[in-house]
């Protein structure tokens, strides 16, 4: 899979899971069971982190720079927000390439997060599984955490 259809992927995943988080937050408002809302939310959190480490790693990949890779990762907290950077992406050379995983006369393949980038990337089952069980300690935190909006309240 290459870059380009690794964001795509995960950025027309993110925005239909917001489709189904906000339609199971609708139906909850009309008297449908909340479990609805359960499901599309922990659904929604797994893309969101997904999309996440999909930003980043293309954004390293393909040299985008912090802002342009921060903003990336950003945008998911906005509901639909990563279709039109998807699109826009897509209408230049921001996605072209293979993955890089041989060092090149460029001097920032000398910088460490390059050299960690590559060593993962030509690992990519030792890649995946790392991603897996950091995703999943992550959403696992954010799940006894609770719902976002009561992070914040005094009990």
């Known amino acids: 899979m290459t870059p380009k259809k690794l964001f795509n992927?995960?950025?027309?995943c993110e925005a239909v899971t917001w489709t189904l988080l906000i339609s199971a937050l609708l139906l909850r408002a009309v008297a449908v069971d909340p479990i609805l809302v359960t499901l599309a939310g922990g659904t929604h959190g797994a893309i969101f982190l997904g999309y996440a480490v999909a930003a980043l790693l293309v954004g390293i990949n393909q040299r985008w720079g912090f802002g342009l890779t921060a903003l990336a990762m950003?945008?998911?907290?906005?509901p639909f927000a990563t279709i039109p950077l998807?699109?826009?992406?897509?209408?230049?050379s921001k996605l072209l390439g293979d993955w890089r995983k041989n060092s090149s006369d460029d001097p920032r393949d000398k910088f460490w997060i390059d050299q960690l980038f590559r060593w993962f990337i030509s690992?990519?089952?030792?890649?995946?599984?790392?991603?897996?069980?950091?995703?999943?300690?992550?959403?696992a935190f954010l799940l006894l955490l609770g719902p976002p909006d009561q992070w914040f309240r005094d009990n």
């Open 9 to 12: 992927l995960f950025a027309k």
């Open 74 to 78: 950003a945008l998911a907290i906005v």
């Open 123 to 139: 690992r990519p089952v030792f890649l995946i599984l790392v991603l897996i069980v950091s995703l999943t300690a992550i959403f």
């Open 86 to 92: 998807e699109q826009k992406l897509n209408s230049g």
